[in-house]
């Protein structure tokens, strides 16, 4: 089945610094790509996604990039803010199984 | 307003009780999904539904079960609950294709 790797685990920038959270996965069949935010205590948030007929997708400070060749895929986040600070994971889907796979997650630290 | 809900939002039980963790989504999402997640950590799959009558084992069955008779409903049932159980339960739904993914907000289960 689907695996997801995600690195790192985590990860502590400064404010206004930019931060990036690599994912590769395993089964050149999925081809939807989520990203969630989880601050603590609540559920986790969809905050990006990308289809695999599209290589880069960008929302105000967030982006995603997606090389179907290397099957890996990134989120960037620029001038990070304290708000900022949460576990973020990635996903894959429409593997094989069609189940929806989860990365470890990389929690992120913004210092003011 | 379309969501996904789970119920009870927090539980306390006996080792060796039986219990249900519902989940419902009013989304008409085909895909729904069961995941067992420590405050923070990895979200593991235990279960994971493509429509009605359709149930499949995730990675962590963890001695549950599931059904699917209503497109709405996903129940996650622990036979026998033991202190290893104890963690947070998250219930997501997808959309179809590459349809974005929703998560309840979680039933914390603690088994003494």
């Known amino acids: 089945g689907e695996n997801v790797e995600q690195h790192p685990s985590t990860l502590s920038v400064q404010e206004g610094d930019s931060a990036v959270i690599k994912c590769t996965y395993s089964d050149s069949a999925s081809n939807y790509f989520p990203w969630y935010k989880q601050e603590l205590g609540k559920r986790p948030q969809l905050i990006i996604d990308?289809?695999?007929?599209?290589g880069e997708k960008k929302d105000q400070r967030i982006a995603v990039t997606l090389n179907k060749t290397a099957k890996h895929f990134s989120l960037h986040i620029t001038e990070t803010q304290p708000e900022d600070s949460a576990v973020y994971f990635c996903a894959a889907y429409g593997g094989s199984q069609g189940n929806l796979i989860f990365g470890k997650g990389t929690k992120l630290s913004v210092k003011p | 307003e379309a969501d996904i809900y789970q119920t009870p939002r927090y539980l306390v039980i006996g080792t060796g009780k039986k219990i249900t963790l519902e989940c419902s989504q009013t989304?008409?999402?085909?895909?729904m999904y069961w995941y067992q997640q420590d405050p923070g950590m990895e979200l593991h799959l235990i279960h994971y539904s493509y429509g009605v009558n359709s149930t499949e084992k995730g990675d962590l069955s963890s001695e549950s079960t599931v059904s699917r008779i209503r497109t709405e409903h996903f129940p996650l049932t622990l036979e026998s609950a033991r202190p290893s159980h104890t963690s947070q339960y998250l219930c997501?739904?997808?959309?179809?294709?590459?349809?974005?993914?929703?998560f309840g907000q979680g039933t914390r289960l603690t088994v003494v």
């Open positions: 990308i289809r695999s007929n599209v």
């Open positions: 989304m008409g999402h085909d895909k």
């Open positions: 997501a739904s997808k959309g179809p294709a590459g349809g974005k993914a929703f």
